[in-house]
Nanobody
C-alpha cells in the first residue's frame, strides 16, 4: 500500500524556520514527482513546490526564495525547508504524488495527485 506521512509542522514566529518531512512507504519517491500543497481555512488549495524524478525543483511565486524542496533517496523522504516564514504561510501542508507522472509540469499552478498524506499544521504567529 502506497503511503505518504508528513511531519515537522508546528508553531513558529514570523521570520522563523521549519522543515517538513514527507516519508513514503510502498513505493520509492525517486520514481515519481513529489509535491507539496497547502490549504488555509477559507482559502483555495495552493501548489507550493514540486521535485521531479530527476530532482528538478519548482516553487510557487509566494514561496520562491524562501522555501527549498529536496529529496533523500536513502531515507525515501522529501523535505520542505521553510525560511523567513510569514503569517500568510499558515496552513495545513500536504505532500502528494501522481504515481503516473515523474515530472512537475503544471503542478504548482494546478496540483494533480492520486496519493497524499494526512497533512501537518504550520502556524506562523507571534
Amino acid at each position: 500500500q502506497m503511503q505518504l506521512v508528513e511531519s515537522g509542522g508546528g508553531l513558529v514566529q514570523p521570520g522563523g524556520s521549519l522543515t517538513l518531512s514527507c516519508a513514503a512507504s510502498g513505493f520509492t519517491l525517486d520514481s515519481t514527482a513529489i509535491g507539496w500543497i497547502r490549504q488555509a481555512p477559507g482559502k483555495e488549495r495552493e501548489g507550493v513546490s514540486c521535485i521531479s524524478r530527476y530532482k528538478n525543483t519548482y516553487y510557487g511565486d509566494s514561496v520562491k526564495g524562501r522555501f527549498t524542496i529536496s529529496r533523500d533517496n536513502a531515507k525515501n523522504t522529501v523535505y520542505l525547508q521553510m525560511n523567513s516564514l510569514k503569517p500568510e504561510d499558515t496552513a495545513v501542508y500536504y505532500c502528494t504524488t501522481d504515481t503516473r507522472r515523474f515530472t512537475c509540469t503544471g503542478y504548482v499552478q494546478n496540483p494533480k495527485y492520486d496519493v497524499w498524506g494526512q497533512g501537518t499544521q504550520v502556524t506562523v504567529s507571534s
